[in-house]
């Protein structure tokens, strides 16, 4: 097998670069984190030969692969912007209490206060794109380019479990407590990472969500 090979370019397909990881897994790139999150979403709907489709920020892990080349088959057949919308996931309202420490950092870039802040980010319907960093913590999108906001300068040495934070424009919210760059603007009770559900993570790919002030 190659060592990587991509699909057209041109034409209805977008470029989607495939890469063999090992000797049972392929790695697709493609453009960003919405058409991560679609391929994935896509590719479980209509079949296909892995036994894990994992989004990331600009990729799809497709693990346990019984036929690469079957898969690339399969692949050709996908056109980003539908399956997520087609599919899309149950919504999940998190409680939030905004009392972060970085609230009036994120109001002056935003050029508003605290009750702007609230207001605007409460107002917002974000997307869990994918998981990573700690079991439950799901980077969701949704914040517009304008509102994003750097990390910090220096990371915290501990962030509190339950934070919700905003790092560029991702939005976050801490399972357990861990070091941290992301500013933080409350905290909520919902727990984000259980093993005894179904489904152990809240925020699973493809989740919709909402922030509901307390």
Do not use: I, K
């Amino acid at each position: 097998m190659a060592d990587s090979w991509a699909l057209a370019d041109d034409g209805p397909v977008p470029h989607l670069r495939l890469v063999p990881v090992g000797p049972a897994a392929v790695l697709a790139e493609v453009a960003d984190a919405g058409e991560a999150l679609d391929l994935a979403a896509w590719a479980r709907t209509v079949g296909v030969g892995a036994l894990e489709v994992v989004p990331g920020a600009g990729t799809v892990l497709f693990d346990g692969v019984e036929d690469p080349v079957a898969l690339e088959t399969v692949l050709v057949g996908w056109r980003p912007g539908g399956a997520v919308a087609e599919g899309a996931g149950a919504l999940v309202e998190v409680p939030t209490t905004y009392d972060g420490p970085d609230l009036d950092d994120v109001a002056e870039r935003w050029g508003t206060d605290r009750d702007g802040v609230v207001e605007r980010h409460a107002a917002l319907t974000f997307v869990s794109a994918f998981c990573g960093f700690a079991p439950g913590f799901a980077y969701l999108t949704g914040l517009p380019d304008e509102l994003a906001v750097p990390r910090l300068d220096t990371p915290r040495s501990r962030v509190a479990p339950g934070s919700v934070g905003l790092a560029g424009a991702w939005c976050g919210v801490y399972p357990t407590a861990s070091p941290g760059g992301w500013r933080l603007l409350g905290r909520t009770d919902a727990v984000l990472w259980d093993p005894t559900r179904s489904s152990p993570a809240l925020l699973a790919p493809g989740t919709r969500v909402r922030f509901v002030p307390r």
